[in-house]
């Protein structure tokens, strides 16, 4: 390695003692360990459940209770946590939650498939196999949440996240270290920057940063304890490649800045020496089109046949509170610019916009929140009690159903936007918007919801469209149940 200048580092700063992680009491090999252990053991959590609806439904139907249930769970414990430790799910490494779950879907399906196996071979006269297919699709949504409710905790005690370096300029670093403070989630805790800044560069840097900063000329002070080096692209030349190739660090990781692009899961191409990401756009493609329209109507039939007497007795207090129609349709903006009704169950007084004009008139604080929101944290046209609680909980939105079975909506997408909203959009962003189906929920709603500004939800819904595949649909539709739960940001 060439001969490096060495900055002396402030005695303030300083690396965690060899061996520890900073901010925890455990080796990285047991952290890992913990992390495995916590997963599996959820896992197992999850499968208990599953089986004693299984056992339940056995006896319900009157079919084979006499199956050896105990060895039937057995087997399958022993299938699924070999196929999700095989799909990498033991671990904090393989972090972004939609690759997460198609992984865990796709490990639960293999499972499934050996446990079917097993019961034909043990007894084909059995008819467990419908419990079993039913089973494995829960098992995936409950350990879904079962995991999500694992890592919180992990995140609290500071195991879930790999304690990680950052190498490249200062500038670069910063931003990585505030994306990754953003995002726990992702399993990287920024705890150091190796930088080849020197002089006023280096000390104008310390200033904005919480972390040890250290040069290359004294990476042998790097503790043990790093398990990962993030390095942005930009910085990594041949010289600097070799040398931070040696450092005793599991996972090296090049990391291009790909917000602008809006990419999720890229397609790598090696093209000679050069490294190349295929986008993609596959929800514009026919037979996706097509694809989704069959998955609304498998999921919106029975549930809109579900929420009939709820959505009747909601009428019934709407009209009990203010006398009026107890739904509301207003036009939105579909696909291709076409104009529908979206119907709500009413949760505003009858005279809503002339409270709303009158509101913002006498309000300026209130008028600027409208127009950089289009929501109002204190609306004065939201009906008492029945209002807020349909508002908050969304219940208002189960008519748009209708609106998926009759083809102008699908279960996941852009929300559709009134003419005056669409319209605070560049005519580009507007095309795209409109390229696709309109959604009753969307990742801006399970992410942001009312948080969220217009460029927030311009981010959010152009990331979704660029995006677009199953398992980016189903991960929505699975953190739509929290989000209306605990109810954040609904206005």
Not at 306 to 315: G, K, R
Request: hydrophobic letters at 50%; aromatic letters at 6%.
């Amino acid at each position: 390695m060439p001969d490096v200048i060495t900055t002396v580092v402030p005695a303030s700063i300083g690396m965690a003692t060899p061996g520890r992680l900073p901010g925890a009491n455990v080796t990285p090999t047991m952290r890992r360990r913990v992390v495995a252990a916590s997963l599996m053991l959820g896992d197992l959590v999850t499968l208990t459940i599953v089986a004693g609806v299984l056992q339940l439904g056995a006896v319900i139907a009157a079919s084979d209770t006499d199956t050896n249930m105990a060895g039937l769970v057995l087997v399958w414990a022993a299938a699924l946590c070999g196929a999700l430790g095989g799909f990498g799910l033991y671990g904090s490494e393989r972090a972004e939650p939609v690759d997460r779950l198609r992984r865990r879907t796709l490990g639960n399906v293999a499972a499934a498939a050996v446990v079917l196996v097993w019961l034909l071979v043990d007894d084909p006269s059995n008819h467990l196999w419908g419990f079993v297919i039913a089973g494995a699709g829960l098992t995936v949504m409950l350990g879904y949440y079962v995991e999500a409710l694992i890592r919180g905790s992990l995140l609290r005690r500071d195991l879930w996240t790999a304690p990680t370096v950052l190498y490249g300029t200062m500038q670069a670093c910063l931003a990585l270290a505030r994306d990754l403070a953003s995002r726990p989630e992702l399993g990287l805790k920024p705890v150091a920057i190796l930088t080849d800044d020197e002089g006023d560069a280096l000390s104008d840097a310390l200033e904005r940063c919480d972390l040890p900063v250290i040069t290359r000329g004294q990476a042998n002070i790097i503790s043990p304890g790093i398990e990962v080096a993030l390095c942005a692209s930009g910085d990594l030349h041949v010289e600097k490649a070799d040398w931070l190739a040696r450092l005793p660090v599991r996972q090296i990781f090049v990391v291009h800045d790909a917000s602008t692009l809006q990419v999720l899961n890229p397609q790598l191409r090696a093209m000679g020496g050069l490294l190349g990401l295929e986008l993609r756009s596959a929800i514009h493609r026919p037979s996706n089109l097509r694809l989704k329209r069959v998955l609304d109507l498998i999921v919106a039939l029975p549930v809109a046949l579900a929420a009939l007497p709820v959505v009747a007795v909601l009428a019934l207090a709407v009209k009990a509170v203010d006398n009026g129609p107890a739904f509301y349709a207003q036009p939105r903006i579909g696909r291709n610019g076409h104009v529908f009704k979206v119907y709500k169950l009413r949760s505003m007084y009858a005279d809503a916009e002339a409270r709303l004009a009158a509101h913002l008139e006498a309000d300026g604080a209130a008028r600027q929140e409208w127009e950089r929101f289009f929501k109002l944290s204190n609306d004065p046209r939201i009906l008492p009690k029945i209002g807020q609680f349909i508002r908050s909980s969304s219940l208002d939105e189960l008519p748009q159903l209708w609106n998926v079975l009759r083809g102008d909506m699908s279960i996941v997408g852009p929300r559709p936007f009134p003419a005056y909203h669409n319209q605070c959009f560049d005519t580009a962003f507007q095309a795209l918007r409109t390229s696709v189906p309109p959604g009753l929920t969307g990742l801006w709603q399970v992410t942001d919801r009312s948080d969220g500004d217009l460029a927030v939800q311009k981010r959010q819904d152009s990331f979704y469209i660029h995006n677009w595949s199953f398992w980016l649909d189903f991960y929505v539709l699975l953190q739509t149940v929290p989000a209306v739960l605990h109810g954040r940001g609904a206005k």
